[in-house]
């Protein structure tokens, strides 16, 4: 059971260029989302999704799109990276009862130069 | 809105107590609480439903008032593994369409 998988683990991008953040969860949750983690901001939402086909906004959801296909995967589009989303994301997941914990995954580490 | 959070750090002796609160300006569904240590992802702790409602782990407690929409964790007893970064994060609506907010964090340390 891989819980919430998150690829690249470390990525470098120039100013400008776009990218795809990866997450897939095996669990079958209906709800998945995506955070941001800056020193001392805590973990901010950037988009969430409560199932396939259904995607919302966040706290800081500019200069990032989402979409939701599968119930398994939510990637994360950074379509013209700038410094400041220089940060860690996660991905993280839940099922639907409303005491279900959120399951993160292990964090991509990205750098804008 | 992002919860508030308070203490933002607390230094402790092992053996010490402490309680780290968490305040919502908005009506709340759950609390949620996860400890996070240093370059690894947040780790679930408990959830606390509306009702007023107290959970205990070991010597990890927590209580919600959901009346006052405030979350307090009790960490009783202090281990050295306790150290890290404490967040609560709130729910509002029926807790399944809504969305999880984080507040900033309270770093905990515990020394020898």
Known sequence: NAGVTQTPKFQVLKTGQSMTLQCAQDMNHEYMSWYRQDPGMGLRLIHYSVGAGITDQGEVPNGYNVSRSTTEDFPLRLLSAAPSQTSVYFCASKGSRGNSPLHFGNGTRLTVT | ?112
């Open chain 2, 1 to 112: 809105q992002q919860p508030v959070q308070s203490p933002q750090a607390v230094i402790l002796r092992e053996g010490e107590d402490a309680v780290i609160n968490c305040s919502s300006s908005k009506a709340l569904y759950s609390v949620h609480w996860y400890r996070q240590k240093h370059g690894e992802a947040p780790v679930f702790l408990m959830i606390l439903l509306k009702g007023g409602e107290q959970k205990g782990h070991e010597k990890i407690s927590a209580s919600f008032n959901e009346k006052k929409q405030q979350s307090s964790l009790y960490l009783t007893a202090s281990q050295l593994s306790y150290s890290g970064t404490y967040f609560c994060g709130t729910e509002g609506g029926s807790g399944n369409t809504d969305k999880l907010i984080f507040g900033t964090g309270t770093r905990l340390q515990v020394f020898p």
